[in-house]
């Protein structure tokens, strides 16, 4: 997904869109077959032919998952202590997706996440 693009909806620039937070969708999302929501006004957006757009009438939604998202922190956002909790709260990317989840979700998910890697 491109970065730096802005939402069509409420037109604000999403620095990161984090296709990679989503479960099994994210090929769907890239054949257009399903939809995003911004992280900022979290109404529907597509993406077709490479960009992102409008989300086609009728495609279903999909939201991304705090656990995917809770994984890629341990190992992408390490500046930020390796966690979702961190990266969502730190200045850049991240900071966007401050209220996508409940605090309890993005705690619990960077909990589980230590569990699986044995860190305590
Ligand atoms: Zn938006």
Redesign the pocket.
């Given at each position: 997904m491109p970065p730096n693009e802005r939402?069509p909806?409420?037109h604000?620039l999403v620095a990161d869109w984090h296709v990679e937070w989503y479960k099994t969708e994210g090929l769907t999302l890239y054949q257009g077959r399903a939809a995003m929501d911004?992280p900022?006004?979290r109404?529907p957006v597509g993406f077709q032919g490479g960009r992102i757009g409008p989300a086609p009438a009728g495609t279903p939604l999909m939201r991304q998952n705090a656990e995917q998202a809770a994984q890629w922190a341990s190992s992408q956002a390490i500046s930020a202590g390796g966690s979702l909790q961190g990266y969502t709260t730190a200045a850049g990317a991240g900071i966007q997706y401050a209220s996508y989840w409940a605090p309890q979700e993005v705690g619990q998910a960077d909990a589980n996440q230590r569990a699986k890697l044995g860190r305590p």
């Amino acid at each position: 997904m491109p970065p730096n693009e802005r939402c069509p909806n409420c037109h604000a620039l999403v620095a990161d869109w984090h296709v990679e937070w989503y479960k099994t969708e994210g090929l769907t999302l890239y054949q257009g077959r399903a939809a995003m929501d911004c992280p900022l006004c979290r109404r529907p957006v597509g993406f077709q032919g490479g960009r992102i757009g409008p989300a086609p009438a009728g495609t279903p939604l999909m939201r991304q998952n705090a656990e995917q998202a809770a994984q890629w922190a341990s190992s992408q956002a390490i500046s930020a202590g390796g966690s979702l909790q961190g990266y969502t709260t730190a200045a850049g990317a991240g900071i966007q997706y401050a209220s996508y989840w409940a605090p309890q979700e993005v705690g619990q998910a960077d909990a589980n996440q230590r569990a699986k890697l044995g860190r305590p």
